[in-house]
């Protein structure tokens, strides 16, 4: 219950094209969804959060979508650049101990 | 990155050797948490502590201690029980409390191989 499932594994997009990365979960005591960004052999960086009380968050080119029926969230990248190409993380947490707990990433490569 | 430093950046080990790993913030953050990256596994939270002299274990905290004897730091040994040490070592913090969840912030890593 305590799982994030992410998929893809990887992804292959052209340029200016849109990425598409989905997480599910199961335990509906998650309260917090963040998206983090991560290049080879740095820390991942936050990208952006969503909480569970609004169905979407958009922040420049990307966006958040949260089926909270569904327990699903997903994270679009429009026009997508090479510049994104990195490894992309889902997470969700639950309550003040701030816990996170990771998707397995998805490997975005986008192609000029 | 930013206000968290973690060092070093590369560690070697021999088996059967104990290693610290240093995580250092200034960020003023109650709140940090260690976690180890595979490739292919996300990454998983071995220790976590919300406030100075205090800490939990995470989902894999066996073969490795922490402490937290300042706010500033949160070192992390990984001790020779460890099976499967070599990973990449991430350091967070964030803030903790009544406010509920909040972002974490993470240091650039530290990648222990041992030989």
């Known amino acids: 219950q305590q799982q994030v499932k992410q998929s893809p594994q990887s992804l292959i997009v052209q340029k200016g094209g849109i990425s598409i990365i989905n997480c599910a979960y199961e335990?509906?005591?998650?309260?917090?969804f963040p998206w983090y960004q991560q290049f080879p052999g740095k820390g991942p960086a936050l990208l952006i959060a969503?909480?569970?009380?609004?169905s979407e968050k958009k922040e420049g080119r990307f966006t958040i979508s949260f089926n909270k029926s569904a327990k699903q969230f997903s994270l679009h990248i429009m026009d997508s650049q090479p510049g994104d190409s990195a490894t992309y993380f889902c997470a969700a947490s639950i309550g003040a101990t701030n816990k996170l707990i990771f998707g397995t990433g998805t490997l975005l490569a986008v192609q000029p | 990155d930013g206000g968290i430093t973690q060092s070093p950046k590369y560690l070697f080990r021999k088996e059967g050797q104990n290693v610290t790993l240093s995580c250092e913030q200034n960020?003023?953050?109650?709140?940090m948490y260690w976690y180890r990256q595979d490739p292919g596994q996300g990454l998983r939270l071995i220790y976590y502590s919300q406030i100075v002299n205090d800490f939990q274990k995470g989902d894999i905290a066996e073969g490795y201690s922490v402490s937290r004897e300042k706010k500033e730091s949160f070192p992390l040994t990984v001790t020779s029980a460890q099976k499967n040490p070599t990973a990449f070592y991430l350091c967070a913090t964030g803030l903790a409390g009544a406010l509920g969840p909040d972002t974490q912030y993470f240091g650039p890593g530290t990648r222990l191989t041992v030989l």
């Open positions: 960020l003023n953050h109650d709140a």
């Open positions: 335990n509906t005591a998650f309260d917090y």
């Open positions: 969503i909480r569970p009380d609004v």
